[in-house]
């Protein structure tokens, strides 16, 4: 089984090419959901000890309130993904061992450099769209400031630096190239293995 790690800053594109993806009935891990997930359910005590009760509400964190936290305090941060991170490798590993008989399976993450996943990955797919074009996606998806959207791109490695390490890169600027890209990619992957 090989893994390919699918990256690419905030509003890059990820989870649209993580959906072709799953259109071609390849097993994929996506980080952001299963973060989420285990947030808010069997990290949610950690998490309130960090951050205090109020972060969550009726059950459910206030995602806007934690992002405004961490994101303004890297400290914070730091002990956040200390929390998250694990637990996410841990749940990847369990769906590693859930799929082992697949040919191969993509695990979708914006920090897959900045966390040292990319060892871990057989190849690497990076996600790139224009700063401008990546910001009005973020905006139109999650009403977040423009600021705001700075500030975690700023918490992101660059494309520039994250390109030399990547196998492949999609350009998804325009998305009818997009597709190509990606056919071309997944038809090189097929014909590899």
Same mark, same amino acid.
């Given at each position: 089984? !090989?893994?390919? +790690?699918?990256?690419? +800053?905030?509003?890059?594109? *990820? #989870?649209?090419? @993580?959906?072709?993806?799953?259109?071609?009935?390849?097993?994929?891990?996506?980080?952001?959901?299963?973060? !989420? *997930?285990?947030?808010?359910?069997?990290?949610? %005590?950690?998490?309130?000890?960090?951050?205090?009760?109020?972060?969550?509400?009726?059950?459910?964190?206030?995602?806007? *309130? &934690? #992002?405004?936290?961490? $994101?303004?305090?890297?400290?914070?941060?730091?002990?956040?993904?200390?929390?998250?991170?694990?637990?996410?490798?841990?749940? $990847?590993?369990?769906?590693? /061992?859930?799929?082992?008989?697949?040919? $191969? &399976?993509?695990?979708?993450?914006?920090?897959?450099?900045?966390? +040292?996943?990319?060892?871990?990955?057989?190849?690497?797919?990076?996600?790139?769209?224009?700063?401008?074009?990546?910001?009005?996606?973020? &905006?139109?998806?999650? +009403?977040?400031?423009?600021?705001?959207?700075?500030?975690?791109?700023?918490?992101?490695?660059?494309? %520039? /630096?994250?390109?030399? @390490?990547?196998? =492949?890169? &999609?350009?998804?600027?325009?998305?009818?190239?997009?597709?190509?890209?990606?056919?071309?990619?997944?038809? /090189?992957?097929? @014909?590899? =293995?």
């Amino acid at each position: 089984m !090989k893994i390919i +790690g699918l990256t690419g +800053g905030i509003g890059s594109g *990820k #989870s649209s090419i @993580l959906n072709l993806f799953k259109k071609k009935n390849i097993s994929c891990f996506n980080t952001d959901f299963i973060a !989420k *997930k285990l947030m808010d359910n069997e990290l949610k %005590e950690k998490i309130k000890t960090l951050f205090g009760t109020d972060i969550y509400k009726k059950g459910e964190l206030n995602r806007k *309130k &934690i #992002s405004k936290i961490v $994101f303004n305090d890297i400290e914070k941060l730091n002990k956040l993904n200390s929390i998250v991170h694990p637990a996410v490798r841990k749940n $990847f590993t369990d769906f590693v /061992k859930r799929n082992k008989k697949d040919k $191969f &399976i993509v695990y979708e993450t914006a920090l897959l450099f900045e966390t +040292g996943f990319n060892k871990e990955c057989d190849i690497i797919i990076l996600v790139i769209a224009p700063l401008k074009k990546r910001i009005k996606r973020i &905006i139109k998806r999650d +009403g977040l400031l423009k600021s705001e959207i700075t500030r975690r791109i700023n918490h992101q490695w660059s494309d %520039e /630096k994250k390109v030399d @390490l990547s196998d =492949y890169i &999609i350009n998804n600027d325009n998305w009818g190239n997009t597709l190509i890209e990606f056919d071309k990619i997944f038809n /090189k992957l097929n @014909l590899s =293995y």
